[in-house]
C-alpha cells in the first residue's frame, strides 16, 4: 500500500483560502488515482474530489467551483485548492488512493473503493 501524508491545513475565516497537499510514497503514483475525502464531527466521511493519473477529475456537488483538485505526478503529489470557504467545510480532510492503472479515467466516490488513508488535515473555517 502507498503511504500517504497530508499537510496544509489550518484555520482561516469564512471567505478565505487553503492548499492542502498529501505525498505519496512506497508506490507506483501511475497506478493511483487519488481522492479528497471530508468527515466532520459527527457526520459520515465523504467524497470531496478526485482525480485519475491521466487527469480527470471529479468533484462533489458542495465542491464544484470553489474547490480544484490537481496532481504534481513528477513529485508525487496531490493538492486541494480550497477557496471561498465557508463554515460548513468544518472538517478533517483525508487523501486517499485507489489502486488501478495509469489507463484508467473513471474517479469513484465511494470511501470503500479506495485503498489507502492519510492520518487526515484539520480544516476549521471560522464565520
Known amino acids: 500500500q502507498v503511504h500517504l501524508v497530508e499537510s496544509g491545513g489550518g484555520l482561516v475565516q469564512a471567505g478565505g483560502s487553503l492548499r492542502l497537499s498529501c505525498a505519496a510514497s512506497g508506490g507506483t503514483f501511475s497506478s493511483y488515482t487519488m481522492g479528497w475525502f471530508r468527515q466532520a464531527p459527527g457526520k459520515e466521511r465523504e467524497f470531496v474530489a478526485g482525480s485519475s493519473w491521466r487527469g480527470s477529475t471529479n468533484y462533489a456537488n458542495s465542491a464544484k467551483g470553489r474547490f480544484t483538485i490537481s496532481r504534481d505526478n513528477a513529485k508525487n503529489t496531490v493538492y486541494l485548492q480550497l477557496n471561498s470557504l465557508k463554515p460548513e467545510d468544518t472538517a478533517v480532510y483525508y487523501c486517499?488512493?485507489?489502486?488501478?492503472?495509469?489507463?484508467?479515467?473513471?474517479?469513484?466516490?465511494?470511501?470503500?473503493?479506495?485503498?489507502?488513508w492519510g492520518q487526515g488535515t484539520q480544516v476549521t473555517v471560522s464565520s
Open positions: 486517499a488512493a485507489r489502486r488501478t492503472d495509469m489507463y484508467t479515467i473513471v474517479v469513484f466516490t465511494a470511501t470503500n473503493a479506495y485503498d489507502s
